[in-house]
């Protein structure tokens, strides 16, 4: 109950445009972040799986909004957030590959299509023009990048295992 009214009370927060001031380096961005990181720390520690995921993807709704609510006020502001969410959903991609995590992945993929919509829905609308080419040429250029590695980077346990089997049943054979 007291996490619900702390994730209720932050998104009312960051839904407050009134309270935007410098990027990031600012005391209510502090305060808004602290409880983000709270929940992440939750989700990491917590034994049951339901409680983690929870707490994982509440810290996860929470921080795009702090990216939101801490870009919004910049003269090209919802390209910063765009850009930001790209670069967060990569971090979680590249994390959900390396470690062998599907809901990481999965949540990933997810921020990556919602970073994808909102630059088709709203920034096409409201960011100048050269900025829309060189984020849409840019984000474009890291998806095919990031397509490119994503069978390097996925670490998968099933394929190492199968291919040990399939060593020691050729030495069994032999």
């Not at 003269?75 to 790209?86: D, E, K, P, R």
């Not at 096409?124 to 050269?130: E, F, M, R, Y």
């Amino acid at each position: 109950i007291l996490f619900g009214y702390c994730f209720l009370w932050l998104m009312f927060r960051l839904l407050d445009s009134s309270m935007a001031q410098t990027v990031i380096l600012n005391i209510p961005a502090t305060v808004n972040i602290f409880p983000i990181i709270l929940a992440a720390y939750l989700a990491w520690v917590a034994k049951s799986t339901n409680f983690r995921m929870i707490y994982f993807l509440a810290a996860h709704v929470c921080f795009l909004f702090w990216l939101g609510h801490e870009f919004s006020p910049l003269a090209n502001g919802h390209g910063f957030i765009t850009l930001s969410w790209v670069a967060y959903g990569v971090i979680l991609v590249v994390i959900g590959l390396r470690k062998n995590m599907n809901r990481l992945r999965t949540v990933a993929l997810i921020t990556l299509l919602l970073a994808v919509l909102k630059l088709f829905i709203v920034d096409l609308a409201q960011v100048k023009a050269i900025w829309r080419v060189l984020m849409s040429v840019g984000i474009g250029g890291l998806f095919l990048f990031l397509s490119y590695f994503f069978r390097h980077l996925w670490r998968n346990d099933d394929q190492n295992g199968s291919s040990e089997d399939s060593k020691t049943n050729n030495n069994d054979n032999m």
